[in-house]
DNA sequence: CCACACACGC
DNA sequence: GACGTACGTGTGTGGG
């Protein structure tokens, strides 16, 4: 016989949430409510045997009930975070576990098991429904019982229908009446006043129905109830339809969506070893995990030669071996394809020298899935060929899906999704000195997995992204950048040795007269460059006051030693030998080391898949920190020029692009109609916070406004502020305090984000980017409040970064379309940097706004300024 | 080899 | 009251 269990997912969370005390797993993660209720299911699974199985849950506020009484389960306390937070691993345990699970817009979970249990009963299953709700109790009959559950999470009751009529003396049908009778208070169901349980039943058994209680009303015995029921007839009935399960909803899954088959997958050890389920995971007889990937018969690599047609079906998963060495320069160590035909491992040189494979690898007809896509393009791209026709980039999916997990090893990412034959690269060649490429075919192998993975993965994680609503965000934007990063990062920065090792000379003479200036004030010759060193020379030796500690010992950072300023001249001299000391380690001779001796060019690695907030990164040399504020450094931007004769370098960036999305995201009145009159934001903010005219604003309070800017869009604290601005911690507070009342929109902004991400576990940008954040419940005020001014921040710079990656998108398309020979060259968080030939330049600039202020429109104009010279020191 | 302190950018 | 601005990369020091 066939046999549905049906779960109220809802009410087992519920009660074993309040059941367990609060656990967290490692991540400081509560677990307690995913632990009970895994409990609870192990247990049913165990001892039903179920056949078919589905947990029912509430689909969301108001359901078809509150139209006829709107204070239907008023009055209830809010689900406390800590349980709701759970409710996303519940689901993904269900999955996991290939359990069905189901909500139902307007309707609540008892609806849905009732409608499945009457169509499981007519279809002639039996049916066992778990639940602590007794309200279930009225769907008990012939083949349906209910197991509700007592105190604690372990020990239940199973009602049939004499069970029910032993406990309360009427049949499970009467429970609804009971209800309208005697009310419920937990959902606000009024019921009759006066008349409880005991009364309750006394009628029923008298009359049998509540309807037939009213008709036979003169048969009541006892003045006050009479009365009672009397003036609260409209009520009862009310009441008594309200407690009615409906069970003709409109489910929409079937009975056979519903077969359960017990199965251990591998994504379920992986989530109990996430949520720290170890006694469940030994409970359960878990099969051993592979331990040794090549064995797997599953999948043979073949190796060839040279390709046929036939084994390049679409789509193909491809890998483009390289170690984590600069892909510009780097070798490619073999390829590898899979597909529905094979897979297939081929040794570089015959894969260079395959025609049919370099074609296929042009071909955008042919589909291709890949894992980092801009490395295998660019390592393509140096060696003449071109990469097309990539439908799915893994790890831009990944990095979507879940920022804090990506940038991983495609091994990592597989073994997530229950891939497990793939090793780590770290594993598979060693790692650092011990790397090693491995003699043999044995590469074949591993490369064959990693194919064969990718392969797999793709419906997976589209899969993922569709439910994050993330295949837009994956198709339209961090696909194409990859393509537009690649051809920027190929085209390299023309970049002029001359003009650095000219200052390198220079700096080293300025750092060699200063550095004898340190030794003589100092009285000893030491190592500048070792803060151990100079803390006991400025602290020990000259006496002078030691503000802050490291861990280690005296802090001698920039900060300190400004507030030493004037209290000895050697102090001065320090701040300099490191200012220009970094100017001449980092960037002179850092970029001199890196300038590509063929081209003359830098050609730097932006990172698509690292930072938690969707912005870029750029390693090799990192172009994005390149010295502008002070002079001395700025100068270094000398050195980059334009790579053909009478072009100019071309800068646009966005004014204040993250407060203007913060203008957006909060809907801040006020915050909108400064931007929108054009106001410096910064004097707008001074005249809001100080209480002045535009006049009275002074370079101070501008100052102190930009700061409170500042730290707004980075979630601010007090502290944070009073440190940046030297002021007391209270003036701080007054300062944000005052600004938060200026800008209400925002206020609300800043609440509301913490609310929801402390709901739901994440927060997301304008397009959609995701980061979790499970430290947000964390009873740790530190971790808890860093993870507040995250929530804070994140939609704030992340929307920043969408708005200028759908810019170069656009631009890439928009550079093509007019034959503009001007290149994009570089991207530095809120600004392009471009190449352009003299007679583009004023093409170029009204294009390049004009792109850049309408990539995504917010409620705000969003302003872009440009300049250009003939070094990007003089593009200013 | 790694952690740390420091300094550069947005 | 705790802690303590966001996000990065690169260099040099110094301990294991």
Same mark, same amino acid.
């Given at each position: 016989?066939?046999?549905?269990?049906?779960?109220?997912?809802?009410?087992?969370?519920?009660?074993?949430?309040?059941?367990?005390?609060?656990?967290?797993?490692?991540?400081?993660?509560?677990?307690?409510?995913?632990?009970?209720?895994?409990?609870?299911?192990?247990?049913?699974?165990?001892?039903?045997?179920?056949?078919?199985?589905?947990?029912?849950?509430?689909?969301?506020?108001?359901?078809?009930?509150?139209?006829?009484?709107?204070?239907?389960?008023?009055?209830?306390?809010?689900?406390?975070?800590?349980?709701?937070?759970?409710?996303?691993?519940?689901?993904?345990?269900?999955?996991?576990?290939?359990?069905?699970?189901?909500?139902?817009?307007?309707?609540?979970?008892?609806?849905?098991?009732?409608?499945?249990?009457?169509?499981?009963?007519?279809?002639?299953?039996?049916?066992?429904?778990?639940?602590?709700?007794?309200?279930?109790?009225?769907?008990?009959?012939?083949?349906?019982?209910?197991?509700?559950?007592?105190?604690?999470?372990?020990?239940?009751?199973?009602?049939?229908?004499?069970?029910?009529?032993?406990?309360?003396?009427?049949?499970?049908?009467?429970?609804?009446?009971?209800?309208?009778?005697?009310?419920?208070?937990?959902?606000?169901?009024?019921?009759?006043?006066?008349?409880?349980?005991?009364?309750?039943?006394?009628?029923?058994?008298?009359?049998?129905?509540?309807?037939?209680?009213?008709?036979?009303?003169?048969?009541?015995?006892?003045?006050?109830?009479?009365?009672?029921?009397?003036?609260?007839?409209?009520?009862?009935?009310?009441?008594?339809?309200?407690?009615?399960?409906?069970?003709?909803?409109?489910?929409?899954?079937?009975?056979?969506?519903?077969?359960?088959?017990?199965?251990?997958?591998?994504?379920?050890?992986?989530?109990?070893?996430?949520?720290?389920?170890?006694?469940?995971?030994?409970?359960?007889?878990?099969?051993?995990?592979?331990?040794?990937?090549?064995?797997?018969?599953?999948?043979?690599?073949?190796?060839?030669?040279?390709?046929?047609?036939?084994?390049?079906?679409?789509?193909?998963?491809?890998?483009?071996?390289?170690?984590?060495?600069?892909?510009?320069?780097?070798?490619?160590?073999?390829?590898?394809?899979?597909?529905?035909?094979?897979?297939?491992?081929?040794?570089?040189?015959?894969?260079?020298?395959?025609?049919?494979?370099?074609?296929?690898?042009?071909?955008?007809?042919?589909?291709?899935?890949?894992?980092?896509?801009?490395?295998?393009?660019?390592?393509?791209?140096?060696?003449?060929?071109?990469?097309?026709?990539?439908?799915?980039?893994?790890?831009?999916?990944?990095?979507?899906?879940?920022?804090?997990?990506?940038?991983?090893?495609?091994?990592?990412?597989?073994?997530?999704?229950?891939?497990?034959?793939?090793?780590?690269?770290?594993?598979?060649?060693?790692?650092?000195?011990?790397?090693?490429?491995?003699?043999?075919?044995?590469?074949?192998?591993?490369?064959?997995?990693?194919?064969?993975?990718?392969?797999?993965?793709?419906?997976?994680?589209?899969?993922?992204?569709?439910?994050?609503?993330?295949?837009?965000?994956?198709?339209?934007?961090?696909?194409?950048?990859?393509?537009?990063?690649?051809?920027?990062?190929?085209?390299?920065?023309?970049?002029?040795?001359?003009?650095?090792?000219?200052?390198?000379?220079?700096?080293?003479?300025?750092?060699?007269?200063?550095?004898?200036?340190?030794?003589?004030?100092?009285?000893?010759?030491?190592?500048?460059?070792?803060?151990?060193?100079?803390?006991?020379?400025?602290?020990?030796?000259?006496?002078?006051?030691?503000?802050?500690?490291?861990?280690?010992?005296?802090?001698?950072?920039?900060?300190?030693?400004?507030?030493?300023?004037?209290?000895?001249?050697?102090?001065?001299?320090?701040?300099?030998?490191?200012?220009?000391?970094?100017?001449?380690?980092?960037?002179?001779?850092?970029?001199?080391?890196?300038?590509?001796?063929?081209?003359?060019?830098?050609?730097?690695?932006?990172?698509?898949?690292?930072?938690?907030?969707?912005?870029?990164?750029?390693?090799?040399?990192?172009? =994005? #920190?390149?010295? *502008?504020?002070?002079? %001395?450094?700025?100068?270094?931007?000398?050195?980059? @020029?334009? /790579?053909? +004769? !009478?072009?100019?370098?071309?800068?646009?960036?966005?004014?204040?692009?993250?407060?203007?999305?913060?203008?957006?995201?909060?809907?801040?009145?006020?915050?909108?109609?400064?931007?929108?009159?054009?106001?410096?934001?910064?004097?707008?903010?001074?005249?809001?916070?100080?209480?002045?005219?535009?006049?009275?604003?002074?370079?101070?309070?501008?100052?102190?406004?930009?700061?409170?800017?500042?730290?707004?869009?980075?979630?601010?604290?007090?502290?944070?502020?009073? =440190? #940046?601005?030297? *002021?007391?911690?209270? %003036?701080?507070?007054?300062?944000?305090?005052?600004? @938060?009342? /200026?800008? +209400? !929109?925002?206020?609300?902004?800043?609440?509301?984000?913490?609310?929801?991400?402390?709901?739901?576990?994440?927060?997301?940008?304008?397009?959609?980017?995701?980061?979790?954040?499970?430290?947000?419940?964390?009873?740790?005020?530190?971790?808890?409040?860093?993870?507040?001014?995250?929530?804070?921040?994140?939609?704030?710079?992340?929307?920043?970064?969408?708005?200028?990656?759908?810019?170069?998108?656009?631009?890439?398309?928009?550079?093509?379309?007019?034959?503009?020979?001007?290149?994009?060259?570089?991207?530095?968080?809120?600004?392009?940097?471009?190449?352009?030939?003299?007679?583009?330049?004023?093409?170029?600039?009204?294009?390049?706004?004009?792109?850049?202020?309408?990539?995504?429109?917010?409620?705000?104009?969003?302003?872009?300024?440009?300049?250009?010279?003939?070094?990007?020191?003089?593009?200013?």
């Amino acid at each position: 016989m066939k046999k549905l269990v049906l779960i109220d997912g809802n009410n087992v969370v519920y009660r074993a949430f309040f059941a367990l005390p609060l656990l967290s797993n490692s991540q400081g993660m509560y677990t307690n409510a995913v632990y009970g209720f895994t409990t609870m299911l192990l247990k049913a699974i165990e001892e039903e045997k179920p056949t078919h199985l589905l947990v029912a849950f509430d689909a969301g506020k108001t359901t078809f009930r509150h139209n006829t009484f709107k204070e239907y389960k008023g009055g209830r306390q809010k689900t406390p975070p800590e349980l709701s937070q759970q409710l996303p691993f519940v689901y993904q345990l269900l999955d996991a576990m290939g359990i069905k699970r189901y909500d139902l817009d307007n309707y609540e979970a008892d609806d849905i098991v009732g409608t499945l249990s009457k169509r499981a009963k007519d279809a002639g299953f039996s049916v066992s429904i778990i639940t602590g709700d007794k309200d279930y109790l009225q769907l008990v009959e012939d083949h349906v019982n209910v197991s509700l559950i007592k105190k604690g999470i372990s020990d239940t009751v199973v009602y049939d229908t004499e069970k029910v009529r032993e406990r309360y003396g009427i049949d499970p049908e009467g429970v609804i009446d009971l209800k309208g009778l005697m009310g419920d208070a937990s959902d606000n169901i009024p019921g009759v006043p006066g008349v409880g349980e005991k009364t309750a039943i006394k009628l029923l058994k008298q009359f049998g129905t509540v309807e037939r209680v009213y008709e036979q009303l003169d048969e009541v015995s006892g003045k006050k109830l009479k009365e009672s029921l009397e003036t609260n007839h409209d009520q009862a009935l009310m009441s008594k339809q309200i407690a009615t399960i409906d069970r003709d909803s409109p489910v929409l899954i079937t009975l056979d969506d519903c077969a359960y088959k017990n199965k251990v997958t591998p994504e379920l050890t992986e989530l109990f070893h996430e949520l720290g389920f170890q006694s469940l995971l030994e409970k359960m007889d878990l099969p051993e995990e592979e331990k040794s990937p090549t064995e797997n018969p599953s999948i043979e690599v073949m190796v060839v030669t040279h390709f046929s047609e036939d084994q390049l079906v679409s789509p193909s998963a491809l890998i483009v071996e390289m170690l984590d060495e600069n892909y510009h320069y780097g070798d490619i160590l073999g390829f590898a394809v899979a597909n529905k035909s094979g897979t297939y491992f081929i040794q570089t040189v015959n894969g260079l020298n395959d025609s049919l494979f370099c074609s296929w690898l042009a071909d955008r007809s042919k589909e291709k899935i890949v894992h980092n896509g801009k490395q295998a393009e660019v390592a393509l791209n140096w060696r003449g060929l071109k990469l097309n026709g990539v439908i799915f980039d893994v790890g831009l999916a990944s990095y979507l899906i879940d920022p804090a997990e990506a940038g991983q090893d495609l091994a990592s990412v597989a073994k997530k999704r229950g891939i497990t034959d793939v090793e780590t690269d770290d594993a598979f060649y060693g790692k650092g000195a011990k790397r090693v490429i491995p003699e043999g075919d044995g590469q074949a192998g591993h490369l064959g997995h990693k194919a064969a993975a990718l392969f797999a993965l793709k419906p997976i994680l589209a899969g993922e992204l569709k439910t994050n609503q993330q295949e837009q965000l994956l198709s339209d934007l961090e696909m194409p950048l990859s393509r537009v990063l690649a051809r920027m990062e190929f085209t390299g920065v023309q970049t002029s040795g001359e003009t650095l090792k000219a200052m390198g000379r220079e700096l080293d003479a300025t750092l060699e007269v200063i550095e004898k200036d340190i030794y003589e004030l100092a009285g000893v010759s030491f190592n500048i460059n070792s803060p151990k060193q100079l803390g006991e020379i400025l602290f020990e030796k000259l006496m002078l006051p030691a503000i802050k500690k490291t861990k280690t010992g005296y802090s001698t950072a920039a900060d300190v030693l400004e507030k030493l300023r004037g209290r000895h001249e050697i102090i001065d001299k320090i701040l300099d030998f490191r200012q220009l000391g970094k100017l001449k380690s980092t960037y002179v001779e850092g970029l001199l080391k890196v300038i590509n001796p063929k081209t003359g060019k830098v050609h730097t690695c932006y990172n698509q898949t690292l930072t938690q907030t969707g912005r870029l990164s750029s390693t090799d040399p990192n172009l =994005q #920190n390149i010295p *502008i504020r002070l002079e %001395e450094g700025r100068k270094i931007r000398k050195a980059f @020029l334009p /790579s053909e +004769p !009478g072009w100019q370098i071309f800068s646009a960036d966005y004014s204040q692009i993250e407060l203007r999305v913060l203008a957006h995201i909060a809907d801040d009145a006020h915050l909108k109609q400064a931007f929108i009159d054009g106001l410096d934001i910064h004097t707008k903010t001074a005249m809001d916070v100080f209480g002045v005219e535009k006049n009275g604003v002074t370079a101070l309070m501008r100052r102190h406004a930009k700061a409170v800017n500042f730290g707004i869009i980075y979630g601010i604290s007090d502290y944070g502020l009073s =440190q #940046n601005l030297g *002021i007391t911690r209270k %003036e701080a507070g007054r300062f944000i305090e005052k600004y @938060l009342e /200026s800008y +209400p !929109g925002v206020r609300h902004y800043m609440e509301d984000i913490v609310k929801k991400a402390k709901k739901s576990g994440f927060v997301t940008t304008l397009l959609n980017r995701r980061r979790y954040l499970p430290e947000i419940t964390s009873r740790n005020f530190n971790l808890r409040s860093f993870a507040e001014r995250t929530a804070m921040n994140t939609p704030i710079q992340g929307s920043a970064a969408d708005v200028i990656k759908k810019a170069m998108v656009i631009m890439d398309r928009r550079l093509a379309e007019e034959h503009l020979k001007s290149r994009m060259l570089l991207q530095v968080h809120d600004e392009l940097i471009f190449e352009v030939p003299e007679e583009e330049i004023e093409r170029m600039k009204v294009v390049v706004p004009e792109v850049m202020e309408h990539a995504i429109t917010l409620k705000v104009p969003l302003k872009v300024e440009c300049a250009y010279g003939p070094t990007w020191y003089d593009a200013k």
